[in-house]
């Protein structure tokens, strides 16, 4: 059971391990994009290159769907960034239970956006957590853990997303026959040390210049899809979408946090809070996306001008 990226990477190699699954289950076709075309979900994609059959049910909260997915007598049920709750009645249906792979070291950052919040955080390591799956979120004890390390400090929640759902799918493949000869026993998470995230809204990536640019460089590299990182240009009226940033080196404009000023090896910088991010990639709404030099050889007003 799997919808998004992390779901289908991992869904792609277990079925090319000893594991492959019999069935997926993913959430219907999405409207996507400004023309809200209708999509399928990252897995589904993969189950229907790979000939696996899947289904996209609704709702796991009726009969029909009980019915399905005892016709289908699971031995066990495999579950990562699925976006369902999955009721207990479905979870007792498999010999083996649920395991959920979770791409952060729980209980820290329960719920949707684990990777987000590792960036967001500066965190210097993270990991991955397979749990036993109970009725709460990402609440049921852990079957095992793995830890990653290198390079949080630069990458992007697509790459982060790619390393954890390889790291998960690895850590998978190693413990499930474990798993199934019953000599792992699950350790109940710690409660009182569980912190938990949020789903994202667009207005989550709107900029505060406030902040400094550590926290601000670190918002581009979480939200580089989705929501997006993004600012006014109060004198045009309109939104420019950052894409790639960079913290600069002891280069500032002097000015209150926001004002755009050109760096000394001629890019296109912004003081924040504390320090000044470099504009490497952006986007003025209604245009195309260009880089941050680009940018000024085209609009050479807004030197000097102020971001909101």
Same mark, same amino acid.
């Given at each position: ?14 079925? +090319?391990?000893?594991? !492959?699954?019999? /069935? ?9 994009? $400004? ?17 696996? #059959?899947?289904?996209?049910?609704? +709702?796991?909260? #009726?009969?029909?769907?009980? !019915? ?20 207990? =009645? ?31 955080? @500066? ?16 609440h049921g004890p852990i079957v095992a853990t793995a830890d990653y390390e290198p390079e949080i400090y630069k990458i992007g929640r697509v790459e ?29 998470? =710690?409660?009182? /040390? /569980? ?48 894409? $790639?940033?960079?913290? /600069?080196? #002891?280069?500032?404009?002097? @000015? ?7 760096? $000394? ?20 709404? @209604?245009? #195309? ?8 050889? @085209? ?10």
């Open positions: 059971m799997g919808s998004g990226d992390f779901a289908a990477i991992i869904l792609e190699k277990l079925s +090319s391990s000893p594991f !492959r699954p019999t /069935a997926v289950f993913t959430q219907p076709d999405k409207p996507v994009g $400004r023309k809200q075309v209708l999509s399928p979900s990252p897995a589904k994609k993969i189950a229907a290159s790979l000939g696996l #059959n899947f289904f996209e049910p609704k +709702s796991l909260k #009726n009969e029909e769907a009980i !019915r399905l997915i005892k016709s289908l007598t699971p031995d066990i049920i495999i579950v990562a960034d699925y976006g369902k709750i999955i009721p207990k =009645n479905i979870l007792d249906i498999p010999k083996y239970g649920a395991l959920n792979i979770h791409p952060s070291v729980l209980p820290k950052y329960r719920g949707a956006t684990p990777i987000q919040y590792t960036i967001l955080s @500066g965190d210097q390591k993270t990991g991955v957590s397979v749990i036993l799956m109970d009725e709460l979120v990402d982060l997303t790619k390393k954890m759902a390889d790291l998960g799918a690895e850590l998978l493949i190693k413990i499930l026959p474990r798993w199934f000869s019953g000599e792992i026993k699950p350790v109940p998470q =710690n409660e009182s /040390a /569980a912190t938990y995230t949020k789903i994202l809204s667009k207005e989550d990536g709107k900029i505060n210049w406030e902040k400094s640019v550590k926290e601000i460089e670190r918002q581009v590299r979480a939200f580089e899809d989705w929501p997006g990182t993004w600012t006014e240009w109060p004198e045009e009226n309109k939104k420019i979408k950052i894409f $790639r940033a960079e913290i /600069a080196d #002891n280069s500032t404009g002097g @000015g209150k946090p926001g004002k755009i000023f050109i760096a $000394r090896n001629g890019e296109m910088a912004v003081d924040c809070g504390t320090g000044s991010l470099l504009i490497k990639e952006l986007q003025l709404e @209604g245009k #195309n996306k260009i880089t941050g030099k680009e940018f000024l050889r @085209g609009y050479p007003e807004i030197v000097g001008a102020f971001l909101i």
